[in-house]
């Protein structure tokens, strides 16, 4: 399963941007989309992941600026980031996991991450 992700770009602080992330393949099922980051000399972190339920989760330093949402039927995940700060910038990766579809037997899991997309925020 690959995962293509974009919308990424400049933005000046306080702006805004959307994250776009589908996934492609022999798809079963997915359990879980999400968006993760990473910034110079930083680790990668979590920033927001939705479930198949609709379940939501955001990293403290998001929460109330971004919304994650996802379209089930286009295996697609999303990322609208409103209120944008210079410590925002990074490059943004996406991450599903879920089922691959083989054969009727033959369900396999898989975790896939997307290539990245860079968002920069000037102050």
């Known amino acids: 399963v690959q995962l293509q992700a974009s919308g990424g770009g400049l933005v000046q602080s306080g702006g805004s941007l959307r994250l776009s992330c589908v996934a492609k393949?022999?798809?079963?099922?997915?359990?879980?989309m999400g968006w993760y980051r990473q910034a110079p000399t930083k680790q990668r972190e979590l920033v927001a992941t939705?479930?198949?339920?609709?379940?939501?989760n955001y990293a403290d330093s998001v929460k109330s600026r971004f919304t994650i949402s996802r379209d089930s039927a286009k295996n697609a995940v999303y990322l609208q980031m409103n209120s944008l700060r210079p410590e925002d910038t990074a490059v943004y990766y996406c991450?599903?996991?879920?089922?691959?579809?083989?054969?009727?037997?033959?369900?396999?899991?898989?975790?896939?991450w997307g290539q990245g997309t860079l968002v920069t925020v000037s102050s």
């Open positions: 991450n599903a996991d879920g089922r691959e579809f083989e054969s009727e037997r033959r369900r396999p899991p898989f975790r896939s």
């Open positions: 393949g022999n798809i079963f099922s997915i359990n879980t």
């Open positions: 939705i479930r198949s339920g609709g379940e939501t």
